[in-house]
């Protein structure tokens, strides 16, 4: 079996950094391991669309916003295969099918699901297409019969919702889709970046990200107006670690060498906490430090968006031809689905012949 990778972004904004600790930064290590057959990357405007019907722009927009980003982070295009989720319209047959071998309780109890419901205010008025969305992501990973889908932890729902799905279309039709395995960041702190306000999570629709676009003086106008520990009112009180945005954002982007770089009085990040937790270590010295840490690791990306952003009758063709080719491997994967449910009419001479005998022809 073929070792793929697919997965995506909604193009609904410039992504941020939770979406470079909770995705990117793994995607792009996989696609260097050359470990992998296959690597699709999708922008999902399709289902951006499911919650954005009525502001289309907002979406078509953010396609190049969101390519640019992915090229920034070093996804390579020789090597990932990046395409929009609406040029590959076998993905919405697939999803049309998918939609008998589940139920609407099913995806009533999709925590992700109702999460995202209760987000958006849609509790009295649910678009069906948003509300079908699980369905959706099992056609995009099916299609490509991926085996591992690099994700947050917000996504786990969704991917056992495509087993399930996987699951029961090969017990009724026969063995046909591959079932994938979801890959979470192996850094704690990177399941889910808190935002800059402390809320439990960083989205965009909050306003409380930083953007892997954002300049150096945006960066650090976030990162000093960060939330800490609401207790810790002076330098000498003690101060908590835990739940600490900063702390938290230090354990995703930290590495030791940046101490002897930006804050040598530490060798590493256990002595910087151990400080902060028996107080007399302020939270100004420390967002300062974090400050810089975050700016050694969005500088080489915001140099290489830069570049990119000089070129983008060039960002187009990688996803035309990016697209071009996930719609071919997608047309290959809708053909053995109609060939197990048997609904390829005109291509089984089989039942050809079995009609003609029973009417004698």
């Known amino acids: 079996m073929r070792n793929v990778i697919l997965t995506g972004d909604r193009p609904t904004g410039k992504l941020h950094v ?3 600790v909770g995705s990117l930064r793994r995607r792009v290590e996989l696609q260097n391991t050359g470990n992998y057959d296959d690597i699709y990357i999708m922008i999902a405007d399709a289902q951006a669309l499911t919650d954005n019907a009525d502001n289309p722009e907002k979406v078509r927009q953010n ?3 969101v390519a640019l980003d992915y090229l920034a982070c070093g996804l390579d295009p ?3 295969t990046l395409f929009i989720q609406s040029m590959v319209p076998e993905l919405t047959e697939l999803s049309f099918y998918y939609m008998n071998l589940v139920t609407v309780s099913r995806l009533q109890r999709n925590p992700t699901v109702k999460a995202e419901i209760q987000m ?6 649910i678009p069906v297409g948003f509300f079908t969305y699980p369905i959706s992501q099992a056609a995009d990973i099916t299609a490509f019969k991926a085996t591992v889908v690099p994700v947050g932890e917000d996504q786990m729902p969704m991917l056992e919702q495509t087993k399930e799905i996987v699951h029961k279309f090969n017990t009724v039709y026969g063995e046909t889709l591959v079932e994938p395995k979801i890959m979470l960041p192996d850094n704690q702190a990177c399941m889910r970046l808190p935002g800059i306000d402390g809320k439990a999570k960083m989205s965009k629709s909050l306003g409380n990200c930083i953007y892997l676009s954002d300049t150096e003086a945006d960066v650090k106008k976030k990162v000093m107006s960060m939330f800490t520990d609401p207790n810790h009112l002076r330098v000498e009180d003690p101060g908590k670690v ?5 702390f938290i954002y230090l354990d995703a982007f930290c590495k030791d060498e940046y101490f002897a770089e930006f804050l040598p009085d530490y060798a590493n990040l256990d002595e910087l906490k151990a400080h902060y937790t028996r ?3 302020g939270d100004v010295k420390v967002k300062k430090f974090l400050n810089n840490v975050m700016q050694a690791e969005l500088a080489p990306i915001r140099e290489r968006r830069a570049q990119w952003e000089k070129d983008i009758p060039t960002v187009f063709d990688i996803l035309k031809a990016g697209s071009e080719k996930a719609e071919k491997v997608a047309a290959e994967t809708l053909a053995e689905v109609r060939r197990s449910m048997k609904i390829n009419y005109f291509e089984d001479k089989a039942l050809i012949k079995e009609q003609m005998e029973k009417y004698g022809n």
């Open 63 to 65: 396609i190049v916003e």
């Open 120 to 125: 958006r205010n849609f509790e009295a008025s």
């Open 78 to 80: 020789k090597v990932s």
């Open 279 to 281: 107080g007399g270590l």
């Open 18 to 20: 939770g979406h470079y």
């Open 242 to 246: 835990e739940g600490n945005p900063v």
